[in-house]
């Protein structure tokens, strides 16, 4: 059984910077997808970062790139998020996710963590 957990959220000035962990149980980290997305009441999951597990090829949200990094350890089973230059609007509910496919789309992601709360402030 997959499990998925993410940790490291908190509240943060603007300009501040936060490094989301998510810690992977039960999944074969050497293949497939994995990704950090997020999401705000009333609005669809958004897809931050993505990166795939076999080569490190890693894609990212126009939003975000530049001051996102997206990494993994597939040793520990671990993947990352840090996160530089916050801005307010980066506040939201931020999951880490693992699955197959087209990495990119949330639709290739079959387990996804509870999440953790980001919140930005001006």
């Known amino acids: 059984q997959v499990k998925l957990e993410e940790s490291g959220g908190g509240s943060v000035q603007a300009g ?4 989301l962990s998510c810690a992977a149980s039960g999944y074969a980290a050497s293949s497939g997808c994995a990704g950090w997305f997020r999401q705000t009441p009333g609005k669809e999951r958004e897809r931050v970062a993505n990166i795939l597990t076999r080569d490190g090829s890693t ?8 001051r996102f990094t ?4 597939n040793a520990k089973n671990m ?13 939201a509910m931020y999951y880490c996710a693992v699955g197959s496919g087209w990495c990119a789309a949330a639709e290739s992601y079959s387990y ?3 999440g953790t709360q980001v919140t930005v402030s001006s």
């Open 70 to 73: 997206i990494s993994q350890d």
């Open 59 to 66: 894609g990212y949200a126009t939003s975000v790139m530049g």
């Open 112 to 114: 996804w963590g509870q």
């Open 79 to 91: 993947l990352y998020l840090e996160m530089n230059a916050l801005k307010p609007e980066d506040t």
């Open 16 to 19: 501040g910077s936060l490094r």
